[in-house]
């Protein structure tokens, strides 16, 4: 009896001491958090108010002016034609990688990590002037393309390709730590049951990887639609024609047309709020399965 309350009374001392190691105090929890609140407060709440008071502040009439506006349409829709062509693009690629990656052994395998690593590195301004470089009328590749009547530089193509290279490794990089932490087996499984490739995808590992692959969509759409640096280096900022909504933003704005520049804002604004509403959706739906499934282990 008294070696079991010895050792009972030892794991409680364990317990409170490392109760007291991870608790931190009332008053320093108190000052994080008010903290972050100040922080949130001043990098994100203040300037979303000011947008939207600067969007609406003569008027619902006026802003609507103002986002309905040729040129404003013309760079909305540039936006989302992007979007539409480089998501796709990069989820598909970042599912191959990401497939590759975690399920295959191969010579090279950390160097593909780091270039798909890469445009988290280099700055987007550098990214356009190497496509410039390459695509440009004095570029490597640039006589050929005049030759053969080809427009990249200060075109739509320049665009789709400068914001594919910066959001190619989102949808990998969530991806890639997922499937290896899932490992082999459920796919081995199911291909010694006959089904093929495809199949075993399909039905067993995209179910395993949709939550991380819908997460990885929306951070690659979010960053395409903001876009900016490597936009405005390959666009040549042509009104009406080659100028994303950033880039249009920055031009009323130059223009002193700040009610203007500050209504498309508001409408880029939202899209990052609706694009932030569906992320925190997901990560809420994953945490709650992922609690269903601790409370209800398989049998």
């Given at each position: 009896m008294t070696t079991s309350s010895t050792v009972i009374e030892t794991h409680d001392?364990?317990?409170?001491r490392w109760r007291r190691a991870?608790?931190?105090?009332?008053?320093?929890?108190?000052?994080?958090?008010?903290?972050?609140?100040?922080?949130?407060?001043?990098?994100?709440?203040?300037?979303?108010?000011?947008?939207?008071?600067g969007a609406f502040e003569q008027g619902i009439g006026v802003w609507y002016d103002a986002v309905s506006d040729p040129d404003a349409l013309s760079a909305i829709?540039?936006?989302?034609?992007?979007?539409?062509?480089?998501?796709?693009?990069?989820?598909?690629?970042?599912?191959?990688?990401?497939?590759?990656?975690?399920?295959f052994e191969?010579?090279?395998k950390s160097i593909l990590i780091s270039l798909i690593d890469m445009?988290?590195?280099?700055?987007?301004?550098?990214?356009?002037?190497?496509?410039?470089?390459?695509?440009?009328?004095?570029?490597?590749?640039?006589?050929w393309l005049s030759a053969h009547d080809m427009r990249i530089i200060f075109a739509v193509p320049g665009i789709v390709i400068v914001i594919a290279f910066g959001t190619l490794p989102f949808v990998a990089r969530e991806l890639i730590p997922l499937m290896q932490q899932q490992g082999k087996e459920e796919e081995e499984a199911s291909l010694t049951l006959g089904a093929n490739g495809w199949k075993t995808f399909w039905y067993v590992t995209l179910p395993n990887i949709k939550w991380g692959l819908i997460y990885g969509v929306i951070l690659c759409n979010a960053r395409a639609m903001g876009e900016f640096g490597a936009v405005a280096v390959v666009s040549g900022r042509i009104r009406g024609e080659t100028n994303t909504m950033p880039l249009h933003i920055e031009v009323l704005y130059n223009e002193y047309m700040f009610t203007a520049a500050f209504a498309v804002s508001s409408l880029l604004t939202?899209?990052?709020?609706?694009?932030?509403?569906?992320?925190?959706?997901?990560?809420?739906?994953?945490?709650?399965?992922?609690?269903?499934a601790a409370a209800c282990p398989p049998l």
């Open positions: 001392t364990i317990a409170k991870t608790e931190e105090p009332a008053w320093l929890r108190i000052i994080l958090i008010t903290i972050a609140l100040i922080f949130l407060g001043l990098f994100l709440v203040l300037p979303l108010t000011v947008v939207l008071y829709r540039l936006t989302f034609l992007i979007v539409a062509i480089v998501v796709p693009l990069n989820t598909l690629f970042g599912v191959a990688a990401a497939w590759s990656i975690a399920k191969f010579r090279g445009p988290f590195a280099i700055s987007p301004v550098v990214v356009g002037l190497i496509f410039v470089i390459l695509f440009g009328s004095q570029g490597w590749l640039g006589p939202g899209l990052a709020l609706v694009t932030i509403a569906i992320k925190s959706a997901v990560e809420w739906n994953e945490e709650r399965r992922q609690r269903i």
